[in-house]
Each structure stands twice: as C-alpha cells, then as structure tokens.
C-alpha cells in the first residue's frame, strides 16, 4: 500500500521562469546580490532534485535591510502615510495574490512538498484572506481618552488618551509548513499597524517569499517597508535577532529555536512573540458516531502530511469505541496516495525535506522500540523523495518519546481513555499547549472540558480551522503572544499614553 503514485511533472513556463531568475535578495525595493555571493539550493522534496539557488544573507546584508526599514520607518511616504492608502495598498496586495494564484500555488507545491490543490485552496487563499482582514485594521486603530484625577496647580485639570503607535523595525522568521501563510501572518499585522519588515522565509522554502515580495514592489509599496532576505537560521536569522535596530521579533517554529531567540533578544530587550508547535490532543467522546470520529482523527494529523504546528498528533478514544475508530483511522491512513505535489492524484506529498524525513522516521524507530505497536505504515518508502507513509501507533503511554514530543509529520499514536474525569489530565500532560480538540455531542459533557484543557485553541466537532479574527497561540511551551485578530494589532503595536494640563 502507499506506494508513490506518479513522477513529479515540469513545472508550468511562469514557474520555470521564475525559479531561473538571478538569486537575490529583496532590499528596499530592489533586487541586489548578497554581499558574499554565497548561495542556498533550493530542492524539489518529490524526488530530491535541485531546481533553483536563492542568496544566502550574511550580517552585511542584514545591517542594509533593518537600514532600509529604519528610514522608511521613521522619514518619508510610509511614515507620513495616512492609514486609508495603507489599507488600500495591502489590498492591492491581496488582488496581485489572487490574480497569481497558480502560479503562487505551484511554486509552494514545488518547495513544500504539498499539493498544488491544497497550496492554492489552503495556503494561497488563506493569505489573499488574510491581507484582506489586515487591510481592513488599517483604518480601525484607536486608543482612548481617559479622565485622570491627578493632581496640579489650581484651577488646572488634566485631560489624557491613549494611542497606538507601530513597534517599529520587526524581524519576521517563518517556517516551511505553511510558507506564503506564514509570511501572511507576520506581514499582514505589521503593515496594518505601520511597522517596517525584514521577512526571513525558511532556508527549506524561500520561493513564494520572494515572489510575495516582486507583488509586493508591484502594490506599490514605498522602498524599505517589507524586505525579504532569504538565509540560514543560524546566520540570517540569529543576525537579525542580535540587531540593535530591530523593535520586535516574530517567530514561528521550534521550541528549540523559540528560546534560543527569547534568550538572544533579551540583549536589546526586544518585543518577542512566538509560535512554537505542539502535541495536540484529539480527545473522542463515546457518543461520537464512528465515521465521523474517523474522519475527523484522520484529517487532524495527515493534513499537510502533519507538518502543521496544531496537528492533532495524540488520539484519545473512549472505552467503547475505540477499536472501531482506530481499526477506521488505520484504514484510512493506509489508504491515502503518496505522490509529488504537481499530480492531480496525489492525496499527500513528501515531507519538505531530507533531514525532516530522517526525523520522523526517527521517531517512529523510537515508538517501536519503547513498545508501541504499528498498526498502519511506519516502513520506508522505496522511492526518491522525502516521502513518509502515514503511520498509527498504538498501544503507547505517556512516557514515550512518541507521545512527549512533536514529530511534524504524518504519525499518529492513539490511546484508549475510561473515565471522562481523567482525560483532562492525560491531554495536558506535556509541555506543550497549543491547541486541542473535543468530538462530543453531549453540551454539558463538551463545556466542562473546555476549561480544564491548557490550550491557545479548543476545537470542538472539528480540527484545525484558523481565521484572520480569531487568536492563535500558545499557552505553556507552545509559545508566547497571539496572532490574529485584535490581538494581533495589539502585539505590533506600543501603547502611548499622553497626558496633557488644560
Ligand atoms: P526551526 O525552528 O529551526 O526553523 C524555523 C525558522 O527559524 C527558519 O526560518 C529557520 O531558518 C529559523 N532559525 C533556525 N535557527 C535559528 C536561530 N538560531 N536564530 C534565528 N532563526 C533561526 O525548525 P526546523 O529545524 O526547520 O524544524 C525542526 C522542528 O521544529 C520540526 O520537526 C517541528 O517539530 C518544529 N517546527 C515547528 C513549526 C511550527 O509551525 N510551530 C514549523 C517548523 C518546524
Ligand atoms: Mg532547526
């Protein structure tokens, strides 16, 4: 079962047009070699195949691009600009996204692996969606006016209000699950609010970042508000989290990698929020009818070939179905076809690289021997590629490595649960907390759960939506600040008060 279904096809003239152009870096508006000349392959995931070079950012690179975005920051057109065209352009934006769609959609097929279905309805809409929210933020900024009862000379009286003014130069490090979306979320906010951008896409994926940043150039964008240097984390990245003259940094990715910069932008006590991946609990309430508890399960961790931050990588069952619904969730995992991204059969792709390959299976390796029991994939896939065939592990306890940490990729580990009081307990017992899910129609049942579970976001009848409106993040490990919505205009901006004697 699971074998790969078909080769991964040419790319379409534009798509091949682009990843032929001059690897460079996006700096104030203008399209310039890194300084070393140093360069990153960027590879086709389907087969292993190196398809384009983009530049390799180094320290000097850096110091241009937070220069750039300090002067466009602080002096002339964006800084001046009133908030009605800040939300015209990120529209314009949004339109220049959705004429590009498939081209959009093929280049992150390419990069990531996924398919080009799933990358253009998921990925490419989600982030023509999710400027269009933004965009709407521009114009609805405010703060408030205040009485005050402190005290002045005589016949004084004081009058205050609050404003929210941009952060200021953020730095925005994005992973390679959802590229071009991520780089939604990070710019989406910050251009609302005012703020200027360095965008850092990940060395696995930088293709749709740089085209972003050509639609970008085109919305008509004033120099320096968005760069995009393409780099490795340790380098590009590190660099930019040590910059003096960076305000705030945004990241999503590793635990490891989220305290490494917390640490390092302690220095300069910058702003810092992070998103940092999970170990989401799918928790299935006796009185879920079977298919659908299938369904759901299934969709929670192969979507995106469980490469995704609120993969639903643990399965709670309860007593009485629990056998049928691994029995449905195993079957339909052996049933999904592995293909490249590009074929219009394909129902899963490779994951986005070598090494993520190397660590899931890894981690399989490791259920296997601390005891699990493998009830569908877990073996090799004998085909170029980074592909992995979605795997089930049951038969695990909460010891194992496989139920402790996040794998990002397609393995589930299902366990049974007895008594609705201890599920809580058994769903919060790791160090993440990002998000969860309840599968119940019993209301009481459903809404005394809800607040025992320490999660950012509880799903309840379904896995996985995210909305421009709607707070994401995590509570213990899984991250610190909210993206999206209110919250998300509140993180990128400061909180002024001014305090004025009438
Ligand atoms: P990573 O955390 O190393 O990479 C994410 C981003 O951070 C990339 O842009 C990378 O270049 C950058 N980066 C890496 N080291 C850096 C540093 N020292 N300073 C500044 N930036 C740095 O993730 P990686 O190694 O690609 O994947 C490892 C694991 O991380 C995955 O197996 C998965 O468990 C988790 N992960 C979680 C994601 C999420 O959505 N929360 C996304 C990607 C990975
Ligand atoms: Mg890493």
């Known amino acids: 079962m699971s074998a790969v279904i078909a080769e ?14 001059r690897p460079q870096l996006f700096i104030n508006n203008e399209w310039v070699d890194a300084k070393s000349g140093k360069l990153i392959p960027v590879i086709d995931p389907a087969n292993g195949r190196n398809i384009a070079s983009v530049a390799d950012a180094g320290e000097a690179d850096v110091d241009a691009a937070v220069a750039a975005a300090r002067r466009a920051l602080e002096h002339g ?3 001046d600009m009133r908030p009605a065209k800040r939300e015209a352009l990120i529209w314009r934006l949004s339109d220049l996204i959705e004429q590009n769609a498939d081209e959009l959609a093929e280049l992150e097929s390419l990069d990531n692996g996924k398919t080009k279905f799933m990358a253009n309805i998921v990925d490419v809409a989600g982030t023509r969606n999710y400027f269009r929210y933004m965009a709407g933020w521009a114009t609805k900024i405010e703060g408030s006016t205040i009485d005050v009862s402190a005290g002045g000379p005589p016949g004084t009286k004081f009058q205050a209000q609050t404003r929210r003014e941009p952060v200021g130069v953020v730095a925005q490090i994005i992973p390679w699950n959802f590229p071009l979306a991520m780089a939604a979320w990070k710019l989406g906010p910050a251009l609302a609010t005012g703020c200027t951008c360095i965008l850092k896409p990940a060395e696995q994926t930088p293709l749709t970042a740089l085209r972003l940043a050509e639609l970008i150039a085109e919305a008509g964008f004033p120099p320096g508000v968005v760069n ?22 945004a990241f999503t990715g590793s635990g490891e990698v989220g305290k490494l910069i917390n640490k390092s932008a302690t220095d300069t006590l910058k ?12 928790i299935m309430l006796q009185d879920m009818d079977v298919q659908t508890a299938v369904g759901g399960a299934a969709q929670a961790i192969f979507f995106n070939a469980g490469q995704v931050c609120a993969a639903g990588s643990r399965l709670y069952v309860q007593r009485d179905i629990y056998d049928q619904v691994l029995e449905g969730v195993a079957g339909a995992a052996n049933a999904i076809k592995l293909g ?28 296997r021997s601390e005891g699990a029991s493998v009830m569908a994939g877990g073996e090799p896939v004998d085909h170029p590629g980074y ?36 599920i809580a307990d058994i769903a919060n017992a790791t160090p993440y907390g990002l998000s969860a899910s309840i599968w119940s129609n019993d209301l009481r049942a459903v809404n005394r759960l809800i607040p025992k579970i320490k999660a950012g976001t509880v799903w309840v009848n379904c896995h996985g939506p995210v909305d421009p409106n709607m707070p994401f993040g995590g509570f213990k490990q899984s991250g610190t600040g909210r993206e999206s ?17 009438i």
């Open 8 to 21: 991964q096809s040419a790319p379409s003239s534009a798509v091949a047009r682009f990843l032929s152009r």
């Open 77 to 79: 057109d964006w800084a």
């Open 228 to 249: 995009v240097l393409t780099g490795y984390g340790e380098t590009t990245g590190a660099a930019l989290v040590r910059h003096p003259g960076v305000d705030k940094v």
């Open 271 to 282: 702003r810092v929020s992070l998103e940092l991946g999970g170990k989401s609990p799918v």
């Open 340 to 367: 490249p991204g590009l074929s219009p059969d394909t129902e899963m792709g490779p994951l986005v690289s070598s090494e993520q390959q190397q660590r899931v299976m890894d981690y399989i390796q490791a259920g």
């Open 387 to 422: 592909f992995v065939k979605p795997t089930v592990l049951a038969s695990v306890n909460n010891s194992m490595r496989v139920v402790q940490e996040e794998i990002f990729g397609p393995v589930l580990v299902a366990e049974r649960f007895d008594d609705l009081n201890e």
């Open 485 to 501: 919505g209110r919250a998300a205009i509140e993180m990128y901006t400061e909180l002024k008060s001014v305090c004025m004697m």
